[in-house]
Every structure is written in structure tokens, then in C-alpha cells.
């Protein structure tokens, strides 16, 4: 039986130091503009944003398309729509994408939206919009799911839950946002903007029965809840964000930070990996960190928005105090015994240590706004009925071919939860219900974050929820 140190709600072990680094890998799947006159031509109920240009910038089709039948470039000029900032490892790296984009570092005001083959004219009335997670894109997320690109022959068994859906007779579309770490809000209002231009493709602009289910993964689900929690309620000094139109019948959570993360203020050792390796598309808490025998900055690769230009401008936006808030401890995957865990206590709770200087996890949450504790506080639209998919196998960190995710030692020792988001947060359905949403349940399934927007067992849980009245 190991000792520990007791701090408020932490219970972190004396002894039994966990090789936390490879901790860090989750984070590679964690820890994504028209004129007035034109608008007059649509109701205002149609609107989204008053600066989104429904007719797209560019048009793809056939060869050009890839695997969908037509990929279209839109754009939304409102201001607060940035040029966000890229690292090497953000920038949109499939070449199609980068290509649809015309540009692997795309403006924020700027998205994609793919249509899968025979979008029209399909047996079910009811579109289905795919939305994408952190480091993420439409293609790697709905079409090939088990490759990083496209391969030259995809066999069925790896295909994505885009080509399944539009196999069933499913009307099909995806987003795929700029930037793969951006602004949540920003995100939420180009989510907006896709269910406007899919009104607009299928020809029912003039239907006021006209209603979408949208299927989410990982941080797309934040976007998504913003929106249909009516974000511009909540946060009424955003202009650009557009009142729930009620055009969404089901919201279905997969794989969701409901109750956020806090994975960079949780583990020492994923820090320690991504400040020594600087190549992982992952945030640091610190804003400083002992390296090499020295003091060092993490400024380039910071959580806070306010450490110059920011590659992760929607991580904060995620944060949640899940030691305080949702009862779940820091444990043996979070311990520094070289210091009696004084440096796992001050990054999480902000304080200098002898290896790092951290201004804590709530700093984090006030810096992104408290958005995951508003929308606790906001709840969905009584109108929306929501899902919620969770996965509760934590193997992620460490793939071998052939033999698949090997247990990590900390995945072990780990809270529930499928690898990237707990049970805690995933299946924290409280909030979703505040106004009186229409539940149809939570399923748990044992796949791990990724798993659980590819296999055919979670395909089966969606398919089931789709079918429902």
C-alpha cells in the first residue's frame, strides 16, 4: 500500500515514480466572408453570421473531390474571424485539404464542408453534419479513419463513418475547420454557417420543418454544445455568434469533454515530453519549466493566450477543474516523487517548484473564458435531443502493428476513461439536460478515443440513435 501526500482532493502517492513522458503521445489525438445585398435574399432567420458569404469561394468536384462527390471553400469576412497562429505540426498536413484551402495555414474565417457521394436525393430527410476534433480534419476523421491520408485503395472494413452513413441512404456533410487546435467560438459560429449553406445545397431554404443531426468527436463537440446551447446568450459581447435557430433535431456526443480536460495541468511528465521533443501539437501549462539544468520558456508552446501569438487558442477554452469540481483526484499517473509531488501540486494549482513555474488550472479556465462551466450553467435547447457515446478503454499512448494500443504503466493507474477524456467528463450529461433537452441515453463502450468514431460497434450506437423519431 503507497503512502501519500494529501492536499484538498488530491490523493498522489509517495513512491512509485511512472514513466509519465510517452503520457504526452495522447496529445497527437486530444491533448479544430458576403455583402449586404446578398443577404437580403435569405430571411433572417436563414442568417448566421452578417458577414457569411453563402455562396462558396471555390467549388470542388469529381477527381478534384477526392473521396466526396463536392468539397466547397467558404468564407465568413466578420472581423473576429483571425488569422490564427500555426505551428509546424498544426498546419493542415493532408494534401487534400491543404489544397481544398488553398493553403496549409488557413485564415479562421475560412472552412470546408464536404459532401459525400449522392448527398442528394437520399432516403432519410434529415442531413447528417460530421464535425471533427483537435488535430483533426473531415478526411482522416469520417473517410480513413485507420490512415493518416488517403490510401489508393481503401478497403471497407477501414472506412470511415461518412461512407458507411451515406451507404445507409444518409444525406452526408462534414466541416472541416482552419485551424485544428482553433477558437471554439469562432468554431461554433462556422458550424452555424454549414447548416445555413446545407439548407442552401439541399433546396429547402423555404422549409420551416428543415432540421439537421449533427455528430461530433472530441473538442467538435464544444463547438457544436456552443451553439446549440445558444451561445450568443451566454456570451452576448461575441456580435458574430448566431442564436440557435432550432434547426438541429439530434446532437450526438462522442467522445466529449462535457466537463472539459485538464490534462496540461495534470501530468508533469506530459510537459516535461512536450517541452524537451517541441514537436507535438499539444499545449504547455508552465510558463516555465527547468530543462537541461536551466531555466527555460514555454511561451511558443503555452496553453495562455496572452504568452504572444498562440498556436492553441482553443485549449483553454476546454479547461475544467476536474479535482474540485468532479471528485477526481490526482493520482499515482500524476506523481512526482522526486520532490514529494510539490511539482505536481503547483502546476496544478499554480506555484513555483524547483522544475517549473506554473500559474495553476484555474488561471486556465478564467483565461478561456469559463466556457465548459457556462455551458454547464446554460444547458441545451430544450428542442435538441442529445446522445452521448463514451469509451472506457484508456490504451492510447503506445500502438504496435499487429498487436494494437499496449497498456501504458500511467494508463493503468489513470482515472476511467477512454485515454484522452474521463468517464467523469464524457458521460456528465447534467448540463446537456439543464433546460429539459431530450435525452436518449449514454452509451459506454470499450474503445478508446479514437475507437470510438471508427468502429463498428459505436457505427451501430449512432445508427440506432439516427433512426429514432
Known amino acids: 500500500m503507497l503512502k501519500s501526500v494529501k492536499h484538498s482532493h488530491y490523493q498522489i502517492p509517495k513512491a512509485g515514480s511512472v514513466g509519465l513522458c ?11 466572408l458576403l455583402s449586404v445585398p446578398l443577404l437580403l435574399l435569405f430571411p433572417a432567420w436563414l442568417q448566421a453570421s452578417d458577414r457569411f458569404n453563402p455562396v462558396p469561394k471555390q467549388v470542388f468536384t469529381g477527381s478534384d473531390a477526392g473521396p466526396w462527390q463536392r468539397v466547397e471553400l467558404l468564407t465568413d469576412s466578420h472581423p473576429a474571424f483571425v488569422q490564427e497562429t500555426f505551428l509546424p505540426v498544426s498546419r493542415q498536413t493532408n494534401a487534400l485539404i491543404a489544397g481544398w484551402f488553398g493553403t496549409a495555414t488557413p485564415h479562421s474565417g475560412s472552412f470546408l464542408l464536404h459532401c459525400a457521394k449522392g448527398f442528394q436525393g437520399k432516403t432519410f430527410r434529415t442531413p447528417v453534419l460530421l464535425v471533427h476534433g483537435a488535430g483533426d480534419n473531415a478526411n482522416r476523421s469520417w473517410i480513413h479513419p485507420f490512415d493518416a491520408a488517403l490510401p489508393a485503395n481503401l478497403p471497407n472494413d477501414h472506412q470511415g463513418f461518412a461512407i458507411t452513413l451515406s451507404n445507409l441512404g444518409y444525406s ?9 487546435q482553433g477558437d471554439n467560438f469562432l468554431e461554433a459560429e462556422q458550424v452555424a454557417n454549414a447548416i445555413r449553406r446545407i439548407r442552401i445545397l439541399l433546396d ?14 472530441s473538442k467538435g463537440n464544444v463547438a457544436v454544445r456552443l451553439y446549440c446551447s445558444d451561445g450568443a446568450a451566454i456570451f452576448p459581447q461575441k456580435t458574430y455568434l448566431t442564436r440557435f ?4 433535431r439530434k446532437f450526438i456526443a462522442v467522445a466529449a469533454p462535457l ?3 485538464d490534462t496540461a495541468f495534470r501530468y508533469y511528465g506530459y510537459n516535461l515530453a512536450c517541452a524537451a521533443k517541441r514537436t507535438y501539437n499539444a499545449p504547455i501549462a508552465p510558463d516555465y519549466m527547468v530543462l537541461n539544468g536551466r531555466w527555460q520558456s514555454m511561451s511558443e508552446f503555452s496553453i495562455f493566450p496572452d504568452k504572444g501569438k498562440n498556436p492553441f487558442p482553443g485549449q ?4 475544467y477543474n476536474l479535482v474540485r469540481d468532479a471528485k477526481v483526484p490526482l493520482g499515482q499517473e500524476s506523481a512526482t516523487p522526486f520532490d514529494a509531488n510539490l511539482t505536481a501540486l503547483a502546476l496544478y494549482d499554480g506555484a513555483l517548484s524547483s522544475t517549473l513555474n506554473s500559474r495553476g488550472l484555474d488561471a486556465g479556465v478564467e483565461a478561456g473564458e469559463r466556457l465548459i462551466y457556462r455551458l454547464e450553467e446554460q444547458g441545451l435547447d430544450p428542442r435538441v435531443q442529445v446522445g452521448v457515446l463514451a469509451g472506457t478503454k484508456p490504451f492510447i499512448s503506445f500502438f504496435v502493428e499487429g498487436l494494437g494500443f499496449i497498456p501504458m504503466p500511467y494508463e493503468l493507474a489513470a482515472p476511467p476513461g477512454d485515454g484522452v477524456v474521463f ?40 445508427d440506432e440513435w439516427l433512426l429514432r423519431p
Open 22 to 32: 510517452r503520457r504526452a503521445r495522447i496529445s497527437l489525438f486530444a491533448a479544430a
Open 259 to 261: 466537463r472539459g480536460i
Open 172 to 180: 452526408v456533410f462534414a466541416i472541416t475547420f482552419a485551424h485544428n
Open 204 to 217: 429547402r431554404t423555404q422549409d420551416p420543418d428543415f432540421k439537421i443531426d449533427v455528430i461530433a468527436h
Open 423 to 462: 468517464l467523469a467528463s464524457s458521460c456528465h450529461v447534467d448540463g446537456l439536460l439543464r433546460r429539459g433537452a431530450i435525452f436518449l441515453g449514454v452509451k459506454k463502450l470499450d474503445l478508446n478515443h479514437l475507437g470510438l468514431c471508427c468502429h463498428p460497434d459505436a457505427f451501430k450506437a449512432i
Open 316 to 319: 483553454c477554452q476546454l479547461l
Open 245 to 248: 435557430r432550432g434547426d438541429v
